[in-house]
């Protein structure tokens, strides 16, 4: 991710719609795989670490961030238990953690590698959340500005996890209302913006974001239940065989 977007993401993690939705959508699969509140929980890709804040209601959280900017955000927020590192080659010892979120990371590593590695470090029998993005077809200069090597099919992501230990608890397709819209914002942005790309993130307009969480919410309801056929993302529920 280019560093300018790190403190737009400081700065609406915890307001706009979108941040909400997806925190909203890993706590309630979470509570749905994971009892009690004695865990240790281990965030991947943590950003400026504001998912770790909420982790700690299912135990003790912990995060790791290749960007020494995404460190510096967390520790502004009062975050301890945040390391530098890579998710390809971790440093923790086999078996450390009861539970894993890995949200919109795979697509910027060798998510072989990645998987590979976080397999490792899960305890057996236990429950990694991942998020990644949809539709390959979808693809755009933003994914370039977030440093994307490539967003994914559903039968991509269910092969990936399968051929690397993880048995598939759920897999579902997540914001199924921004499909086109999306699609007709990106092409509209590329002809505009030739060098710099502005966040997809802004949202300037109160009632629209609050419009997007409560559509978000129903929307939540349904991928929990039975899944989405269809949306921008894909989010999968996995356990360590």
Not at 40 to 48: A, K, M, N, V, W
Not at 90 to 97: A, I, K, L, V, Y
Not at 163 to 174: D, M, P, R, T
């Amino acid at each position: 991710m280019q560093k300018y977007l790190y403190e737009d993401l400081y700065n609406l993690e915890e307001t706009h719609w979108w941040h909400i939705a997806k925190r909203n959508l890993m706590i309630s699969l979470l509570k749905n795989n994971l009892s009690g509140n004695q865990n240790r929980i281990l965030d991947i890709g943590c950003g400026t670490g504001k998912n770790l804040e909420v982790l700690e209601r299912f135990g003790v959280s912990f995060g790791i961030d290749s960007s020494p900017q995404a460190i510096l955000y967390c520790k502004k927020r009062g975050i301890k238990n945040v390391v530098k590192g890579n998710i390809e080659r971790m440093p923790f010892t086999r078996e450390s953690f009861d539970a894993i979120t890995a949200l919109d990371v795979l697509e910027h590593v060798d998510d072989q590698e990645a998987l590979k590695e976080v397999y490792r470090v899960l305890k057996r029998g236990n429950v990694l959340i991942i998020t990644v993005p949809a539709y390959p077809e979808l693809w755009s200069k933003w994914d370039e500005v977030l440093n994307h090597k490539r967003r994914y099919a559903k039968k991509q992501l269910e092969n990936l996890l399968k051929e690397n230990g993880f048995k598939i608890l759920k897999i579902s397709y997540a914001f199924s209302f921004l499909f086109l819209p999306a699609l007709i914002v990106r092409l509209i942005k590329k002809r505009i913006y030739k060098n710099h790309y502005p966040s997809d993130f802004q949202i300037s307009n109160r009632p629209i974001n609050f419009l997007l969480t409560g559509i978000s919410a129903i929307e939540k309801f349904f991928i929990v239940k039975i899944g989405v056929p269809f949306g921008t993302s894909l989010i999968a529920v996995a356990l360590k065989n």
